[in-house]
């Protein structure tokens, strides 16, 4: 079983940055994709970034490329998401997601270990 507990989340202004963390206990991210996911008010969760533990391979959706990365820390088995320029339309409850799976799938319902999600809150 594994346990994620995302950090990191709070009120912006339009052009800042976030650093989002999510950190896993129960056992460590090896061999694990690990990706972030956003839910806005009112719509479906959709993808964002997904970094592979093993291989360091990353994905990121159009709407974030050159803005946000995402990296892991091997020894603190954290993956953390820094998000740049940010803009309104981030806005929303962000959250972590785990699966022992091949490549960096975008679909939410691959994954099958959630955090509770931390709310990036970005004003113009």
């Known amino acids: 079983q594994v346990q994620l507990v995302e950090s990191g989340g709070g009120l912006v202004q339009a052009g800042g940055s976030l650093r989002l963390s999510c950190a896993a206990s129960?056992?460590?991210?090896?061999?694990?994709?690990v990706a972030w996911f956003s839910q806005a008010p009112g719509k479906e969760r959709e993808f964002v970034a997904a970094?592979?533990?093993?291989?360091?391979?990353?994905a990121f959706a159009d709407s974030v490329k050159g803005r946000f990365t995402i990296s892991r820390d091997n020894v603190k088995n954290t993956v953390y998401l820094q998000m740049n320029s940010l803009k309104p339309e981030d806005t929303a409850v962000y959250y972590c997601?785990?699966?022992?799976?091949?490549?960096?799938?975008?679909?939410?319902?691959?994954?099958?270990?959630w955090g509770q999600g931390t709310q990036v809150t970005v004003s113009s």
């Open positions: 997601a785990a699966a022992r799976l091949f490549g960096l799938p975008r679909s939410s319902a691959l994954y099958n270990y």
């Open positions: 970094i592979n533990w093993n291989s360091g391979s990353t």
């Open positions: 129960g056992r460590t991210f090896s061999s694990y994709c």
